[in-house]
């Protein structure tokens, strides 16, 4: 092997090395314990080689670099149970092959003779356990996805490179005795892709673990996102478990759901495991600490999970549990529950992941709770609303026949005793027959805002223009002695309800008509305009104009902004106007001055309607 490629082995392994220990110093953790001591080793064994090859050829020296090498498979071994959990049979095997292998290889110094039978079993030791450290890896990955998926890609295409090399190393010195440039460079190549691919698997750079995580986050929005509102809920919650076992590796997921009305938890998971659903009467060990400090926990030891027995029936395998906040800024809604066999080396990439889809799926439920609240007082103000028009349409019913009585006898006692009456007693019923007109009127604009408000609507297609050609000509009727000039807009469409239409433009032209009665030039406008990029209609005047300090009091009900001597009228027009804008799904709005007239603007959004 060339001494430049050879150097780069070095300089990668001893980094690997370097790498795994500052992890390991950083979490102290038994999992990154055995990703430094593997990794250690290797470069342990390549800088013992490099003495040796500078004739410090010392009896430690050869000693600790075959007991570096030796340690590779069971320390692997170990490793992988923390990925892939495996029995016990397996880890006893590789530690006492360990101890027997290096028995035998150290038998060798003083037993040259059994150099050949010696390197045999070494051979059929890395060949085993090397093998089956890859192929657990590999039976690993059935049951991953996600971001420790890519992780276990990187170890075994790592792992099976480093064993395929020192079985070909091994296997090419014990019946060869002596190397090729053709067998260095397919060693060199071997341990290289070895080195890359155990350092991307144990030791993510932080860009690529992100690009993962993004990747399955991603994933997750796509999945919870395309649910209706009202399911959104529920299947956060699902896909949340589904997601969460997953990418932990986990053997079950559950959410514990707490109630702020009773301070009481309840648990809930998918089907498949039916014992993890119920109340919990409190939060201890793990989920206690969890919820208490509202920070992810991982424990090793069952008794501290915090779960009853009978939640953990059927999962005698599961031996640590990893607990996360499920919380937004609104609410802290409980926590996420993963129950796994063993730990992670990836537990810091497993919670960075979880706790995005936990604040995700914290706030799919605040957005759930809140379309459920709008939904519901949205029905309480309907209900209102309609018993506020049935009230209305019967005080309006029920109030016609004692006026007209007040009217008619007023009227019969004018007309059998008026020449008995003194002129004071005549002004008395003139009066009286004054306000019962105007209570007229008044019930009358009350019933047809009642009939505005339930009437069911018809959309097709409106030519404002030629209704508003028909509210002038009956204006114009009713006072044919009065000069107006009339800009009229041709041509305006719209969609929406043709019988509603017409009463907002009798409205608003009335108004405008009213107001102008004292103006010698008069002038009334009907057309259409863009105000910040969305069309809308008007009708504009040169009338009395009003107060813009009163604008927000135009709209409200029986409220006027002018004395009855002045202008006629019961103020229950522009609340009419109002309302039926709004059921065509539009706002409207004035602008004036007083003395200058006045502009009335409005805007209709149905959608069009479409061709049969």
């Known amino acids: 092997m060339t001494s430049a490629s050879y150097l780069g082995v070095q300089v990668l392994y001893i980094l690997l090395g370097f790498l795994s220990l500052l992890e390991y110093l950083r979490w102290r953790d038994r999992p990154r314990l055995f990703v430094a001591l593997t990794f250690i080793s290797f470069a342990g064994f390549i800088l013992t080689q490099d003495l040796i090859a500078l004739d410090i050829d010392t009896l430690p020296v050869q000693i600790i670099n075959r007991l570096l090498l030796l340690a590779h498979p069971a320390l692997l071994v170990f490793l992988i149970h923390f990925i892939v959990p495996l029995g016990v049979r397996v880890r006893r095997l590789a530690q006492w092959g360990f101890f027997a292998i290096a028995a035998a290889a150290l038998a060798v110094f003083v037993l040259p003779d059994l150099l050949n039978l010696v390197s045999l079993f070494i051979l059929a030791y890395f060949v085993f356990f090397e093998a089956y450290a890859a192929l657990a890896i590999v039976r690993g990955l059935r049951h991953t996805v996600g971001v420790p998926r890519r992780r276990l890609i990187l170890v075994a295409i790592g792992t099976g490179a480093l064993a395929l090399s020192v079985i070909y190393l091994l296997l090419v010195g014990f019946l060869l005795k002596f190397l090729t440039p053709t067998i260095e460079w397919v060693l060199l190549i071997g341990i290289n892709l070895s080195a890359v691919g ?53 053997l079950a997921a559950a959410i514990v759901l707490a109630d702020p009305a009773t301070d009481k938890f309840r648990l809930q998971t998918l089907p498949d495991w039916p014992q993890l659903s119920g109340p919990l009467p409190a939060l201890t060990g793990a989920l206690g600490r969890a919820w208490a400090h509202q920070r992810s926990e991982q424990s090793a030891n069952r008794a501290d999970f915090g779960l009853p027995a009978e939640c953990l029936a059927g999962l005698a395998a599961a031996d640590t549990l990893l607990a996360v906040p499920l919380a937004s800024p609104e609410r802290r809604w409980g926590l996420l529950l993963v129950l796994r ?53 019967s005080v309006s019913h029920d109030l016609r026949s004692p006026l007209r009585a007040v009217d008619g006898f007023s009227q019969a006692l004018q007309e059998d005793y008026g020449a008995q009456l ?31 408000a339930r009437a069911e609507m018809r959309v097709e297609q409106v030519d404002l223009s030629r209704l508003a050609e028909f509210a002038f000509e009956d204006l114009r009727q009713g006072q044919p002695a009065r000069q107006v000039m009339v800009k009229l807009q041709p041509g305006l469409t719209t969609t929406g309800d043709e019988r509603l239409l017409r009463l907002v433009l009798d409205n608003l032209l009335g108004n405008a008509w009213k107001f102008t009665g004292h103006v010698a030039a008069a002038t009334i406008e009907f057309g259409a305009q863009e105000v910040e990029g969305v069309s809308s209609f008007f009708v504009r ?25 002045e202008f006629p009228g019961t103020g229950v027009g522009l ?26 603007s409005f805007t209709l959004n149905l959608p069009p309607v479409r061709a049969a």
């Not at 155990?198 to 996102?225: C, D, I, M, N």
């Not at 309907?382 to 209305?392: V, W």
Request: net charge neutral; charged share 20%.
């Open 198 to 250: 155990h350092y991307l698997g144990f030791a993510t750079p932080h860009w690529l673990r992100r690009t993962w995580q993004l990747s399955e986050f991603h994933r997750f929005l796509k999945t919870v996102g395309g649910q209706p509102a009202a399911q959104r809920a529920d299947r956060a919650l699902d896909e949340l478990c589904r997601s969460a076992t997953h990418l932990a590796s986990g």
């Open 341 to 393: 066999r063993g730990q992670s080396p990836f537990v810091a990439d497993d919670f960075s992941l979880l706790t995005l889809l936990t604040e995700q799926t914290a706030l799919a439920l605040d957005y759930s709770t809140l379309i459920a609240q709008l939904r519901q007082r949205s029905a309480q103000l309907e209900a209102s609303n309609k018993e506020l028009e049935a009230f209305a349409y």
């Open 575 to 600: 609340a009419i106007v109002e309302r039926i804008v709004q059921r065509h799904s539009g706002r409207v709005w004035a602008y004036a001055e007083v003395g200058q007239g006045a502009t009335f």
């Open 541 to 565: 005047d040169n009338g009395a104009g009003f107060d813009m300090a009163h604008a927000t009091q135009l709209f409200t009900t029986f409220h006027r902004l002018h004395s009855s001597a």
């Open 422 to 452: 003194p002129p004071a007693a005549h002004d008395y019923l003139n009066r009286i027959q004054a306000a019962v007109t105007r209570m007229a009127s008044l019930i009358d604009d009350l019933l047809q805002l009642a009939r505005v």
